[in-house]
């Protein structure tokens, strides 16, 4: 971690490591539910650069502000993502999810109505 992450608190690393995960897929899995895999390919094209450039976080969506859950809507349909935190073997929780070396981050895209 660079000196400007490392003097962060906890809940702005966490924040800024969702941020660079979900900007870029690095760093973690991505998984979509089956109602996203069955959309057409350029519906879903839209949807992954939508996730990767959601930037509206609000007290309701992110009330811990670390950038963790968003809502997008792409046509008449609403979509959600959400990331999630596990120990490197994505078997248990992550302990420390400020720390990349204790933690795997898995974003799920999904319909609303998936949820």
């Known amino acids: 971690m660079d000196k400007n992450v490392s003097t962060l ?28 895999s069955d959309l057409p390919l350029d519906t879903k094209a839209r949807l992954i650069l939508a996730v990767q450039s959601f930037n509206t976080f609000d007290d309701d969506d992110d009330p811990h502000r670390e950038h963790d859950f968003g809502a997008i809507e792409l046509g008449a349909d609403t979509y959600f993502w959400k990331i999630d935190y596990y120990d490197l073997e994505t078997r248990f929780g992550s302990e420390d999810p400020s720390d990349p070396e204790k933690t795997t981050r898995v974003l799920t895209i999904m319909r609303a109505d998936d949820y």
Not at 12 to 28: K, P, Q, W
């Open 9 to 36: 608190t906890k809940k702005d690393r966490i924040r800024v490591l969702n941020d660079n995960f979900r900007a870029t897929f690095v760093g973690g899995h991505v998984v979509m539910t089956q109602g996203v």
